[in-house]
């Protein structure tokens, strides 16, 4: 079985003192693990919110993924309706950026002429251990805020040539907007460990 | 997940599409581009986006490819009825003047 680990954690304030839940399962079964916890996620109670995914670098994890957090973000009382959007963008560019750039170092020369699922069957065949390199991401959603943290098993990149771009990419290029669009989406973004660590933050509340 | 219906004739065909498009699946709906390019003389492509409620970075390169392709062939092409979540990425990238939306 591949890895791909999600885990949740909530926590509420009672009647008896704050308390935490916590709940973990295989990615795979994400549906059924939503709808064991979706009661709480309406729950005036819940405070915070933590999601943790531990997955490999293949296309059915990222899905997965990308449903789980989707169907979270749509329920949880904490996300404002107008941030909804920009949550859900930040994590789709974190990931493919962990993926993409950090764990397969895709050459955009292929990302312009074979779908993921192609790539992903040649890599399968020719370099199967790079399909398995891991990603990790912590979202966490608060009152005010929320905040992501992905880290990726690749080599790093220049992170601080995309962080002083101040303006976008040539409106005719295909790829390379996706760190432009994470700091102009989010309020806070930094890069650790060469830029194999990702951390973003975006308030919904002024702090 | 996308979806998408095709209505093609003569010079011009249009994809209206709903769902997301990010990097999941852009690869196949290009893909799908190529192919109806390869096999009809389109001089106009045009993707109505009503259903569209999420674009991502490797949508909206997606996107620009099937634009310059369209401008190669001195063809255009036309992105209709944008959402708003969509038109703000547009805007944040630039990419609203270039697509005239």
């Known amino acids: 079985m591949n890895i791909a680990t999600v885990a949740l954690q909530l926590e509420m304030t009672g009647k008896y003192g704050p308390k935490k839940l916590n709940f973990t399962d295989h990615l795979a079964n994400y549906t059924h693990f939503f709808n064991r916890i979706v009661d709480y996620l309406h729950d005036p109670e819940l405070q915070t919110l933590t999601l943790n995914s ?24 904490m996300v404002p309706p107008e941030f909804l959007s920009p949550m859900l963008l930040i994590i789709h560019e974190a990931v493919s950026n962990a993926v993409y750039h950090g764990n397969l170092s895709v050459p955009n020369s292929i990302r312009t002429r074979k779908t993921f699922h192609e790539y ?17 991401l912590t979202l966490r959603l608060f009152r005010d805020y929320g905040e992501l943290t992905i880290t990726d098993s690749g080599d790093g990149f220049n992170y601080q040539r995309e962080l002083n771009r101040d303006a ?5 290029r295909e790829m390379g907007r996706g760190i432009y669009i994470l700091k102009q989406t989010a309020d806070e973004i930094d890069f650790q460990d060469n830029g194999k660590t990702l951390h973003v933050r975006k308030n919904w509340r002024q702090p | 997940m996308i979806e998408w219906t095709e209505n093609i004739a003569g010079e ?21 581009v190529k192919a109806i ?13 009503a259903g569209v409620r999420f674009v991502d970075s490797s949508g909206l390169g997606l996107l620009v490819s099937i634009k310059n392709t369209m401008a190669k062939r001195n063809g255009s092409f036309k992105i209709i009825n944008i959402a708003e979540t969509v038109r703000n990425i547009m805007n944040q990238t630039g990419l609203d003047r270039y697509f005239e939306i």
Do not use: C
Not at chain 1, 168 to 172: G, I, M, Q, R, V
Not at chain 2, 37 to 49: I, M
């Open chain 1, 120 to 136: 992903e069957e040649e890599l399968a065949v020719a370099q199967p251990k790079l399909l398995e390199r891991q990603a990790t």
């Open chain 1, 54 to 77: 531990t997955f490999e670098s293949r296309r059915r994890h990222i899905e997965w993924l990308m449903s789980f957090s989707e169907h979270i973000l749509y329920k949880v009382p």
């Open chain 1, 168 to 172: 976008p990419p040539s409106p005719d």
């Open chain 2, 12 to 32: 011009q065909a249009t994809l209206s599409l709903s769902g997301k498009i990010t990097f999941e699946n852009s690869g196949e709906l290009r893909n799908r």
């Open chain 2, 37 to 49: 390019l390869s096999e009809f003389p389109l001089k106009q492509l045009t993707f109505d986006l």
